[in-house]
């Protein structure tokens, strides 16, 4: 996730039913979790609106074991933008 900061800006593609939408998310939390107590019920669950959940590796690293934990960063969807219209 490089230098990616709570609530930045985080711009992608997403697919609305048929149509692709160009979208960008709000991240609104940045979490990291040991991998023995991964949050699986909360960072899965479905939620209300459009959500952006981005999990990668993270903490310390072993050969043997691998990362210790994930990260996860937490966004929701802030402004959409249909493909060939100006932003």
């Known amino acids: 996730m490089g230098d990616r900061q709570s609530r930045s800006p985080w711009p992608g ?4 039913g048929s ?3 160009l979208g960008t998310c709000q991240l609104y939390a940045i979490e990291m979790h ?3 107590d991964f949050p699986d019920d909360r960072v899965y669950r ?3 609106d459009a959500q952006l ?3 990668t590796c993270g903490g310390a690293y072993s050969a043997d074991h691998g990362y210790e934990g994930n990260v996860v960063a937490h966004g929701f969807l802030a402004d959409t933008t249909s493909p060939g219209k100006a932003a």
């Open 19 to 21: 149509a692709l939408v």
């Open 34 to 36: 040991d991998r023995k």
């Open 53 to 55: 959940r981005v999990i």
């Open 46 to 48: 479905q939620a209300a």
């Open 13 to 16: 593609t997403l697919a609305a």
